[in-house]
Structure formats: structure tokens, C-alpha cells
């Protein structure tokens, strides 16, 4: 196991007029707070001048983010010497030390809480790259993906690269009204509107509003594929076929806006409305079919566990999770195959199969780098899983 060594970045200016640094502008030094697992005791980006340097913006709860670090780990070892990845997190020091110790890198991880990159470089959505050349100048801001083994050699030698731009600055904490503006006096509408540049992915099921629950749906930039799965029932991507022809998938990829609204007295009508409204639209046709798959079974290992956790009395139904984490409450133990199933934890499709039907207040963390972790959150629930094959519900796109 490495070693950690605390290094402290004394930063003296940013050689910019603006805070914000873009393409083809210098970085003469900046401040990212605390460095883990380098090794020099202090340091600055202007005594690394002379190396490329990737300024990877990441959370240990990012999965996307994790995903990147054996990719990028891959080129630090490559190009040694002439390369160097500062990873950014606004985590905590100790968060990051645990993640170290579960998942060690070649990588420098930099502890940025006062978040005082985010002005040099501000971004809405990690994973979020920055690349500077030997000279100190930005020649990229993109996504790690981008970041290929040519891409660096080019830098090194000099030759000018041209990446996909990673534009998400816009910070608009209520997107939905802004760009789908309705009084409570709407009775039915369908929109749908092209991506807007710089807005992140997410959608909103008005379940707390008076007004509009169970009556209106609306989505910022989620791809076709996505608003059909949505559709059609919530289908996670482990249950999706893609049969797509050529002719549709640039269609299918492409992300969309979209807001519907049903008349009271019909919200059961909602997702059919919604299928007729995209069938009428978009070649892009979906179908539901029985498959026989591989799947996860979320049983029941220790009654006397399960009997322990807190029972709720409340039926409305409030849940947060994300990689790492599960904070539910009044919620029933399917809530945790969906969790696993949708957050992209497990392989498969994951099916319940406790036979329990009982609200609950269930908080659980766990460490998502760290081998045998989630197994062991399930554990001290009373649950498992285990490995099956069932005859299920699929949504075949064609």
C-alpha cells in the first residue's frame, strides 16, 4: 500500500483578467487545497510546467467517474515523466483516503472543498476534464473518454488537438419552469423541444405537487432511448433490447426536452399518451416481450434482521440514493432491487422476491469501490442476493 503524503498547493495568481479560463488561455498557477498520494511535500501548476496535465474533476459516489480512473491510470503509467493527472474532488480528505486504501492509484487526488477550481473551470456535471499543455495553456475541456493515449501523445509533441467541448455551466435550480412555463389551469398539452446546450440531464414527476400528480411528467435533455424506456414503464437499460436500425439511431441517441401534461380524471392515461404521442413522432417503435435472462433474486437471509428495521406508517413515499448511499423512507423492500437494478450496481436485472410488503425507513452506506461492501449493507438488512434465471417483461426497441 502507498504511502499518503499530504501536499499542500501554495498558489500565488491566475494569469487570467476573468476567473474562468477557457480554451487557448494560460494558467500561470492555481489553488486546488490538498494533494494526496503524490510524491513531493508542496508544489504548484506552475513548478509542473514542462509536464501535460489533466485536471480530472471527479466524487468517489460518481460511478462514471470511478469507471474512468483504470483508463486514466493507464495513461499516467504510459507517459510518466511527461504527464500528470491531478484528480478534483470537493469530497472530504478522509472520504478520499478510504477510497485509496479500497482502490490505490497512480493518480494524484487533490482535495478541493472550497470547491476554488470550480471558478477557473466551472462545470455542473463530473466527470469533467481539463487539459494543459508543457506550456501551461488549456487545449481541452471535455470528458475523460476523450482523453485517448493519441490525444496525449499529440499534446506531448505539440500537435493541436480538437476535442469535444463539455459545456454545463448553466445552473438553473428550476429548469423545468423556465423552459416549460404552465399555470395550474393547464388541462392537457404535449411539447417537445430540441436539447438545450449546457442544461444537465433530469425529469420531474410532479408527485408532491397538487396540481399535476400523476398527471404530468416532464424531461431536459434525456435522450430519445431513455424517454421511451421511461414510456414504457421505467425500464432499466439491463431490461432493453436494441434491435434500432441505422436509420434511427442517430434519432435514438439524440437527447430531447419534453413536457405532458393529461387531463384530471385521466392520469391512468398518462404513459399510454405518452407511448401514442412518441409512436406518432419518431420511427424509433418499441414493443414488450417475454425473455428468458440472468437476473439477481433480493430474498430474505435472516428474518430476525428484516424484523429489526424500522416500520413506517406513512404511505408517501420518499426516497435519495446514489452510488454509496440509500436514504428511504415509508418505502417496501422492492425500493432496493429498483435501487440496485437502476443505479447500475449489479449486472442484471434485479427481481424481488422477499415476499414482504411492509413500509419501511431503510438508510444504508456503503464503500461502492470496495469489493464485497454492497454485499455486506445487504447483510446487515437480512437480505441477499442471489443468482437466478426468469422469464421477464423486456422493451425491445426497434
Same mark, same amino acid.
Given at each position: 500500500?502507498?504511502?499518503?503524503?499530504?501536499?499542500?498547493?501554495?498558489?500565488?495568481?491566475?494569469?487570467?483578467?476573468?476567473?474562468?479560463?477557457? #480554451?487557448?488561455?494560460?494558467?500561470?498557477?492555481?489553488?486546488?487545497?490538498?494533494?494526496?498520494?503524490?510524491?513531493?511535500?508542496?508544489?504548484?501548476?506552475?513548478?509542473?510546467?514542462?509536464?501535460?496535465?489533466?485536471?480530472?474533476?471527479?466524487?468517489?459516489?460518481?460511478?462514471?467517474?470511478?469507471?474512468?480512473? &483504470?483508463?486514466?491510470?493507464?495513461?499516467?503509467?504510459?507517459?510518466?515523466?511527461?504527464?500528470?493527472?491531478?484528480?478534483?474532488?470537493?469530497? %472530504?480528505?478522509?472520504?478520499?483516503?478510504?477510497?485509496?486504501?479500497?482502490?490505490?492509484? =497512480?493518480?494524484?487526488?487533490?482535495?478541493?472543498?472550497?470547491? $476554488?477550481?470550480? %471558478?477557473?473551470?466551472?462545470?455542473?456535471?463530473?466527470?469533467?476534464?481539463?487539459?494543459?499543455?508543457?506550456?501551461?495553456?488549456?487545449?481541452?475541456?471535455?470528458?475523460?473518454?476523450?482523453?485517448?493515449?493519441?490525444?496525449?501523445?499529440?499534446? #506531448?509533441?505539440? #500537435?493541436?488537438?480538437?476535442?469535444?467541448?463539455?459545456?454545463?455551466?448553466?445552473?438553473?435550480?428550476?429548469?423545468?419552469?423556465?423552459?416549460?412555463?404552465?399555470?395550474?389551469?393547464?388541462?392537457?398539452?404535449?411539447?417537445?423541444?430540441?436539447?438545450?446546450? &449546457?442544461? &444537465?440531464?433530469?425529469?420531474?414527476?410532479?408527485?408532491?405537487?397538487?396540481?399535476? @400528480?400523476?398527471?404530468?411528467?416532464?424531461?431536459?435533455?434525456?435522450?430519445?432511448?431513455?424517454?421511451?424506456?421511461?414510456?414504457?414503464?421505467?425500464?432499466?437499460?439491463?431490461?432493453? !433490447?436494441?434491435?434500432?436500425?441505422?436509420?434511427?439511431?442517430?434519432?435514438?441517441?439524440?437527447?430531447?426536452?419534453?413536457?405532458?401534461?393529461?387531463? @384530471?380524471?385521466?392520469?391512468?392515461?398518462?404513459?399510454?399518451?405518452?407511448? =401514442?404521442?412518441?409512436?406518432?413522432?419518431?420511427?424509433?417503435?418499441?414493443?414488450?416481450? @417475454?425473455?428468458? %435472462?440472468?437476473?439477481?433474486?433480493?430474498?430474505?437471509?435472516?428474518?430476525?434482521?428484516?424484523?429489526?428495521?424500522?416500520?413506517?406508517? !406513512?404511505?408517501?413515499?420518499?426516497?435519495?440514493?446514489?452510488?454509496?448511499?440509500?436514504?428511504?423512507?415509508?418505502?417496501?423492500?422492492?425500493? !432496493?432491487?429498483?435501487?440496485?437494478?437502476?443505479?447500475?450496481?449489479?449486472?442484471?436485472?434485479?427481481?424481488?422476491?422477499?415476499?414482504?410488503?411492509?413500509?419501511? $425507513?431503510?438508510?444504508?452506506?456503503?464503500?461502492?469501490?470496495? %469489493? &464485497?461492501?454492497?454485499?455486506?449493507?445487504?447483510?446487515?438488512?437480512?437480505?441477499?442476493?442471489?443468482?437466478?434465471?426468469? $422469464?421477464?417483461?423486456?422493451?425491445?426497441?426497434?
Amino acid at each position: 500500500m502507498k504511502q499518503f503524503i499530504l501536499i499542500i498547493f501554495f498558489i500565488s495568481t491566475l494569469g487570467l483578467a476573468s476567473a474562468q479560463v477557457k #480554451i487557448g488561455q494560460q494558467v500561470t498557477d492555481a489553488q486546488v487545497g490538498t494533494l494526496l498520494n503524490a510524491p513531493v511535500k508542496s508544489t504548484g501548476l506552475a513548478a509542473l510546467k514542462g509536464k501535460v496535465i489533466l485536471l480530472e474533476f471527479w466524487a468517489t459516489w460518481c460511478s462514471p467517474c470511478v469507471e474512468a480512473m &483504470g483508463h486514466l491510470q493507464k495513461l499516467q503509467k504510459t507517459y510518466a515523466g511527461k504527464f500528470q493527472v491531478i484528480t478534483v474532488s470537493t469530497e %472530504k480528505e478522509k472520504r478520499v483516503k478510504q477510497f485509496l486504501i479500497n482502490q490505490p492509484s =497512480n493518480l494524484w487526488f487533490a482535495i478541493d472543498t472550497a470547491d $476554488n477550481f470550480g %471558478k477557473y473551470f466551472p462545470y455542473h456535471i463530473i466527470p469533467h476534464s481539463v487539459l494543459i499543455d508543457e506550456n501551461g495553456t488549456v487545449v481541452a475541456i471535455t470528458e475523460p473518454q476523450n482523453i485517448t493515449a493519441k490525444v496525449i501523445a499529440d499534446v #506531448i509533441q505539440g #500537435i493541436r488537438i480538437n476535442l469535444p467541448l463539455k459545456e454545463d455551466t448553466i445552473r438553473d435550480e428550476n429548469p423545468w419552469d423556465t423552459y416549460f412555463p404552465t399555470d395550474t389551469n393547464t388541462q392537457s398539452r404535449f411539447l417537445i423541444q430540441p436539447e438545450i446546450k &449546457g442544461a &444537465g440531464s433530469s425529469s420531474k414527476s410532479y408527485q408532491q405537487s397538487p396540481v399535476f @400528480k400523476n398527471r404530468r411528467i416532464c424531461m431536459i435533455n434525456v435522450p430519445l432511448e431513455i424517454i421511451y424506456r421511461i414510456a414504457y414503464g421505467n425500464f432499466s437499460n439491463k431490461r432493453t !433490447i436494441d434491435q434500432t436500425p441505422n436509420r434511427v439511431v442517430k434519432e435514438d441517441k439524440q437527447n430531447y426536452c419534453m413536457d405532458i401534461i393529461v387531463p @384530471k380524471g385521466q392520469e391512468k392515461m398518462l404513459f399510454t399518451t405518452l407511448q =401514442n404521442e412518441l409512436k406518432t413522432r419518431f420511427e424509433l417503435q418499441a414493443s414488450i416481450e @417475454k425473455r428468458v %435472462k440472468p437476473v439477481y433474486i433480493l430474498t430474505i437471509a435472516d428474518s430476525a434482521k428484516v424484523n429489526l428495521l424500522n416500520r413506517s406508517h !406513512i404511505e408517501e413515499k420518499d426516497f435519495d440514493g446514489g452510488s454509496g448511499s440509500f436514504n428511504g423512507e415509508s418505502v417496501r423492500l422492492n425500493c !432496493i432491487a429498483d435501487y440496485l437494478e437502476n443505479f447500475g450496481l449489479v449486472n442484471r436485472p434485479v427481481l424481488d422476491e422477499t415476499g414482504n410488503n411492509n413500509l419501511y $425507513n431503510i438508510k444504508f452506506t456503503y464503500m461502492a469501490e470496495k %469489493k &464485497g461492501d454492497l454485499q455486506n449493507a445487504l447483510h446487515n438488512l437480512g437480505l441477499k442476493l442471489i443468482e437466478a434465471e426468469r $422469464n421477464i417483461d423486456m422493451l425491445v426497441l426497434r
